[in-house]
T-cell receptor
Framework: AQSVAQPEDQVNVAEGNPLTVKCTYS??????LFWYVQYPNRGLQFLLK??????LVKGSYGFEAEFNKSQTSFHLKKPSALVSDSALYFC????????????FGAGTRLFVKA | ETGVTQSPTHLIKTRGQQVTLRCSSQ?????VSWYQQALGQGPQFIFQ???????GRGNFPPRFSGLQFPNYSSELNVNALELDDSALYLC???????????????FGPGTRLTVL
């Protein structure tokens, strides 16, 4: 069965420190992986995606993610966190199994403390 | 802003009623997906339409149905509403090729449905 797991409900980090938000997936075939962010009272916004190519992908607002096929992971990272990065982050995988599906993780709330 | 709009913003219905939610996709996008997001959870995929035909569906019963129109608008219809249908309903549009897998989605702000 296809699934996406975000093992941490919440991540706390001090401003200026590096951050990592974890995501693992299970999907048959090649995964197409995405990260989205949801700010309070705003819709989901696209951050970055992995389709093929380099395992390290760069996205919006200084975020990047590393695709690891052997560990079936796609962790979101940022070298230096900002208070304004505080939001709800979702990992998602799109795949085709007799029809197109997009599966989201449960989300990880990121708190960046000044 | 993503260019994707949804109406209404909020809606209150009673159990057993029917509801129609509307979405206007970003101009030029040929694919729209609908999601249900319960409080504190990630979006759950309902279905996807590509060029006015459903080409993917999640684990939702047939009382959840949809339409996509040539003018980039779409509808989500839910019949026989249940209390558990109370959630935020999101639509997302994208421009994808026939394979349908490659591009990111642009989300609308959602419709908050409350079923009493």
């Amino acid at each position: 069965a296809q699934s996406v797991a975000q093992p941490e409900d919440q991540v706390n980090v001090a401003e200026g420190n590096p951050l990592t938000v974890k995501c693992t997936y299970s999907v048959s075939g090649n995964p197409y992986l995405f990260w989205y962010v949801q700010y309070p009272n705003r819709g989901l916004q696209f951050l970055l995606k992995y389709i093929t190519g380099d395992n390290l992908v760069k996205g919006s607002y200084g975020f990047e993610a590393e695709f690891n096929k052997s560990q079936t992971s796609f962790h979101l990272k940022k070298p230096s966190a900002l208070v304004s990065d505080s939001a709800l982050y979702f990992c998602a995988v799109r795949a085709y199994t007799g029809g197109f599906k997009t599966i989201f993780g449960a989300g990880t709330r990121l708190f960046v403390k000044a | 802003e993503t260019g994707v709009t949804q109406s209404p913003t909020h809606l209150i219905k009673t159990r057993g009623q029917q509801v129609t939610l509307r979405c206007s996709s970003q101009s030029g996008h040929n694919t729209v997906s609908w999601y249900q997001q319960a409080l504190g959870q990630g979006p759950q995929f309902i279905f996807q339409y590509y060029r006015e035909e459903e080409n993917g569906r999640g684990n939702f019963p047939p009382r959840f149905s949809g339409l996509q129109f040539p003018n980039y608008s779409s509808e989500l219809n839910v019949n026989a509403l249940e209390l558990d249908d109370s959630a935020l309903y999101l639509c997302a549009s994208s421009l994808v090729g026939r394979e349908g897998l490659y591009n990111e989605q642009f989300f609308g702000p959602g419709t908050r449905l409350t079923v009493l």
